[in-house]
């Protein structure tokens, strides 16, 4: 750093003594580095984990983590889970798939410690109709005895024409029936998706009892815990590769009437940092392209580009050996140090070239050239090596551990930028060193045209007085930035995981967002129920209890009822296997039999077509019915034999296909007995009950959470009455607030430092205001964008914070250091080669990050735009706002 009186101070006089050693050994020095990049390099590759649980990144010290860690492990399989949603066209395709799923996945405990099937088993096969109302039980029995006659017929003759002729028989005996409407539209829809290559099953169950069962009712769940790696990368890859590979083998797809979909804390971590990371590889590409055009618009030299770009690659892997010597892992913020490391420690690299080619094309010598920028630049790069270190270092004591890790690592990159730059680039340097060609001029100024730049000297006044009208209308503004708490703003909306949970969110019934609290028994637990179902935003309060269905009694006699109607239409079945083999090979050799099938389609097409009954809706059913088995029939004539087989295979398929298997649940169900918490299967009773007998008692929001004020208003409602309430809800808005007082606390910890730092190196309050107050300008200029262009701060931008405050008190440094080693102070700062060096390495941060803006991952690209935004502030204010400061009087 160069004195008031433009002498070298102590560590410049210093750095050009350590040069001229340096200039001495370049050979042995680059040897060395290149022997330490490989060793560091196969150090970091063989011991450097990364920890993808995002549990980790904030200290259990926490009140709220210690909740959350109680709360895990009285009931573990709550925590990092994978929920598969079924979605079937009848109720019984989902309950078969959930079942299918469940046995293949069981089977392999290696990658899931725990599957569990809500609403399936045997236990809910017995008691199914027992969770029905009493109103649902009558309409059910009233609807078998409707229907019995028909049904008696089609169970034991299931195919197309019978079915054809049970409709035309219903259609002539009572047109204006709603089961009739019913059954003529699931003819239509299943000759429609026949010529798709799809079925369309008809729901049994909701024909019998007269009333539709809504889109839950065709849903069905299975909850996982999967065996999770936290050393690799993607953790749950194993286990969601395992259950897509069982999806596919069971031919679950929308042609069968089955869709399954995969969300979850797992899936939706998962699909998170491939989309970060595929969003990171393009905005890499267009970075590395842009970069380097600015290096050589701004350096003009192959040599001094490859000699920074060296220098900077052997910091990086020593900062990254570093890491696995003292952190041994990487975080999912940590991870972010090399993109840190790279946007600081190219601007070091930057400044030490320009200097070193500004002195080499005024005359001086190579080593004389080298030794004057180490006693100038080499100074004033070791104060904002230390400053920014400082600054990287005032994380390390905060809650927010994440940032924590960052900034040791980041702190300590820093100052080992300044060593490999100080020592390994002047010694590349004097290997490929720059020849300047005859009359070649420096590479100085160009930072803005000419005119603006002697504006800005002549008019320092109105410069400053038009900063602070532009520093107090940000500070008004300012209030309004705003932290967005909510995860799921950082994701990919359109992503199959957070799609889905997103979908599951808007409808209260099925949130998988709820709060979870623990009590010490029953009765504790159903008091505490109660008092939470009372409160505005919350919709339901549930407890084990919930499984124990109430008026028992009048329910198992319509059950009874229900049983007799069975009995009475059909006989029970003795067949023994032989029977059903031959039954099995009747029914082959019927289908096979193409000619009689399509002559009752075209029957019934006609008898379709002078169908006219009172009601409009099921007339209106029936000529679009009509309609589509005619446009079945036309599509059918010219394809090949077998194809017609198979299109009119998915029609009866379609339509008779679900027929049994409805009937036999439904006589499954019918063994229902009275049941208590006693009798519920072990599987259910262990997520609501611990081995310790703590019971745990739910509760479901109201709104949708993924409305941020929402979600804050749900957690405080429930904390209200329960304040150890845990789940995810309060880990969101809780890690949300620990995450701001921790930045809040490492922003106050680097302001301190960076300033008691400054005026023990600068020896000057002046000279330490002019640094700080640009920065404090650009801070609240860059705030008040947030508001004005609605960036949120959130958990993935904020790590842009410590990169410009770095690159801001750098930049001052520079430009202070610049001027008071010139005789005419800040008169011709914009014109030296230190202004074009702060230019070229913001230039270089803004496009090696601001690509991030455009990835489509969400979280990425607010970093891109909050690096951008900051960036931009940062510069406008160093290269106007600076020089316009009066400089100190000289000595």
């Not at 699909?271 to 969003?279: P, T, Y």
């Not at 997103?502 to 967002?513: C, G, N, V, W």
């Not at 036999?664 to 208590?676: E, H, P």
Request: a neutral charge; hydrophobic letters at 50%.
């Amino acid at each position: 750093m160069a004195a008031p009186n433009g002498r070298p101070t102590a560590i410049g006089r210093f750095l050009g003594w350590w040069t001229g050693w340096v200039v001495r050994h370049p050979r042995r020095i680059v040897a060395l580095a290149v022997l330490i990049t490989i060793a560091g390099g196969y150090y970091t590759a063989t011991h450097l984990g990364v920890n993808t649980d995002t549990e980790d990144m904030l200290s259990g010290r926490l009140s709220w983590r210690v909740q959350y860690e109680r709360y895990k492990g009285a009931f573990p399989q709550y925590t990092d889970e994978i929920l598969v949603i079924i979605d079937g066209a009848t109720a019984g395709l989902a309950a078969e798939a959930q079942l299918a799923i469940g046995e293949r996945l069981q089977a392999a405990p290696a990658l899931f410690e725990t599957v569990y099937l809500p609403g399936g088993g045997p236990f809910f096969e017995r008691h199914a109709l027992l969770y029905l109302g009493e109103e649902e039980l009558e309409e059910l029995a009233v609807g078998l005895e409707e229907a019995g006659p028909w049904l008696r017929e089609l169970e034991q003759e299931p195919e197309l024409p019978r079915f054809l002729g049970v409709v035309d028989s219903l259609m002539a005996e009572a047109s204006d029936d709603e089961r009739v409407g019913g059954l003529i539209g699931a003819v239509g829809e299943a000759f429609g998706s026949s010529m798709m290559g799809r079925l369309r099953p008809l729901p049994w169950r909701d024909l019998l009892s007269g009333e539709a069962g809504g889109a839950e009712a065709l849903r069905r769940y299975v909850v996982i815990k999967p065996l999770l790696d936290f050393n690799s990368l993607f953790p749950g890859e194993p286990a969601i590769g395992r259950i897509r590979a069982v999806v596919d083998s069971l031919g679950l797809s929308a042609a069968v009437g089955v869709s399954v979909r995969l969300t979850g804390s797992v899936p939706m971590a998962d699909e998170e940092l491939r989309s970060a990371i595929q969003g990171l590889g393009i905005a890499l590409g267009v970075a590395l392209f842009m970069v380097g055009g600015i290096l050589y618009a701004g350096l003009r030299s192959a040599r001094l580009i490859g000699a920074s770009l060296f220098t900077l690659l052997v910091g990086l892997v020593i900062t990254s050996t570093f890491a696995a010597l003292a952190v041994r892992h990487l975080n999912l913020i940590s991870i972010a140090f090399a993109v840190l490391y790279i946007g600081l420690g190219i601007d070091y690299a930057i400044h030490y070239s320009l200097r070193y080619r500004e002195l080499r094309v005024e005359g001086a010598g190579q080593r004389e050239a080298l030794r004057l920028t180490a006693e100038d630049v080499g100074a004033s790069l070791f104060l904002s090596a230390v400053t920014t270190a400082a600054c990287f270092y005032a994380f390390i004591p905060t809650a927010f551990k994440g940032v924590s890790e960052l900034g040791m690592i980041g702190g300590t990159g820093m100052l080992i930028s300044f060593i490999v730059t100080t020592t390994l680039l002047p010694a590349a340097l004097c290997l490929v060193p720059f020849r300047p060609r005859p009359a070649e001029r420096p590479l100085v100024g160009g930072v803005m045209p000419d005119r603006l730049a002697r504006w800005i000297a002549g008019h320092r006044r109105t410069v400053l007085i038009g900063a602070s009208i532009v520093a107090l209308a940000s500070a008004a503004l300012l209030p309004q930035a705003r932290f967005a708490r909510n995860p799921l703003d950082l994701r990919d909306p359109q992503a199959e995981a957070t799609a889905t949970f997103r979908e599951l969110l808007a409808d209260s019934t099925t949130s998988p967002m709820t709060i979870a609290v623990l009590a010490p028994d029953s009765a504790a637990a159903e008091r505490l129920a109660d008092r939470l179902t009372r409160l505005e935003r919350v919709k339901e309060a549930i407890t084990i209890g919930v499984f124990v269905p109430d008026e028992q009694g009048p329910r198992l006699a319509r059950i009874n009822r229900i049983g007799r109607v069975i009995d009475s239409l059909f006989e029970p079945t003795r067949a023994g296997a032989a029977d059903l083999e031959a039954q099995a090979a009747d029914l082959e050799a019927q289908a096979a039999d193409l000619e009689p099938r399509l002559a009752s389609v075209e029957t019934f097409r006609r008898r379709l077509s002078r169908y006219e009954p009172a009601a409009e809706e099921t007339r209106d059913r029936a000529r679009f019915a009509s309609f589509q088995i005619r446009g079945w029939q036309r599509w059918m004539e010219d394809r090949p034999v077998r194809v017609q087989r198979e299109a009119i295979d998915r029609v009866e398929s379609s339509l008779l296909g679900g027929l049994r298997r409805s009937l036999r649940d439904l006589r499954a169900s019918l063994d229902a007995g009275f049941v208590t918490v006693a009798d519920l299967p072990p599987d259910l009773v262990e997520r609501w009950v611990s081995p310790d007998g703590t019971h745990r008692v739910e509760v479901i929001p109201r709104d949708n959470l993924a409305d941020e004020a929402a979600l804050r208003a749900f957690v405080a409602d429930v904390r209200s009455v329960a304040p150890d309430a845990t789940g995810g809800p309060v880990t969101s808005v809780s890690a949300g607030e620990a995450v701001v007082s921790a930045f809040r606390q490492a922003l106050g910890y680097a302001a301190i430092a960076t300033l008691l730092l400054l005026l023990l190196a600068l020896r000057s309050f002046w000279d330490t205001m002019r640094v700080i107050v640009p920065l404090l300008l650009a801070g609240a200029l860059a705030g008040a964008a947030t508001v004005l262009f609605g960036v949120a701060f959130n958990y993935a931008n904020v790590i842009a914070l410590p990169l410009l405050l770095g690159v801001g008190v750098d930049n001052g440094i520079h430009m202070v250091h610049r001027s008071r080693a010139s005789l005419t102070g800040s008169a011709d700062l914009l014109g030296t080669s230190t202004a074009r060096a702060v230019l070229f390495a913001s230039l270089t941060t803004i496009f090696s990050f601001g690509t991030l803006a455009f990835s489509p991952h969400p979280g990425a690209a607010s970093m891109g735009q909050m690096l951008t935004i900051g960036m931009l502030s940062v510069l406008v204010c160093t290269l106007v706002v600076l020089p316009a400061l009066p400089s100190p009087p000289r000595s």
